[in-house]
C-alpha cells in the first residue's frame, strides 16, 4: 500500500517561498501519477499541480501556474512542490496524493501539511 509523508509547510510572508516534500513508500509498478492538492477554510480541495513517474508534460492549475513547480526524484520516490511569489490566498492545507494507472481517483493521500501566507 502507498504511503505519502508530506513535510515543508510553514508561515511565510507574501512574495516569499516554500518547498513542499512528499515521501512515497509502497511504489507499485501502477503508480502512474503523482499531484499536489489544496485546501483552505470554508472552500473545496482544488488540484495544484500533477507529474507523472516517467518523462511527461506536467500540468497546473492556472492559479499557480508560473509560480508553483512540481518536480520528483525516482531514486529517493520523493515528489517536490516549489513554490515561489506565495500569495495570501495560497494559505492552506497541502496534500500530496498518488493515482494508480487505469484509475481515475488519486487513492492515496498524505496527512497535509499546513501553508500559511501573511499579508
Known amino acids: 500500500q502507498v504511503q505519502l509523508v508530506e513535510s515543508g509547510g510553514g508561515l511565510v510572508q507574501a512574495g516569499g517561498s516554500l518547498r513542499l516534500s512528499c515521501a512515497v513508500s509502497g511504489r507499485t509498478f501502477s503508480s502512474y501519477a503523482m499531484g499536489w492538492f489544496r485546501q483552505a477554510p470554508g472552500k473545496e480541495r482544488e488540484f495544484v499541480a500533477a507529474i507523472t513517474w516517467t518523462i511527461g508534460p506536467t500540468n497546473y492549475a492556472d492559479s499557480v501556474k508560473g509560480r508553483f513547480t512540481i518536480s520528483r526524484d525516482n531514486a529517493k520516490n520523493t515528489v517536490y512542490l516549489q513554490m515561489n511569489s506565495l500569495k495570501p490566498e495560497d494559505t492552506a492545507v497541502y496534500y500530496c496524493?498518488?493515482?494508480?494507472?487505469?484509475?481515475?481517483?488519486?487513492?492515496?493521500w498524505g496527512q497535509g501539511t499546513q501553508v500559511t501566507v501573511s499579508s
Open positions: 496524493a498518488s493515482r494508480d494507472a487505469g484509475q481515475f481517483e488519486y487513492s492515496y
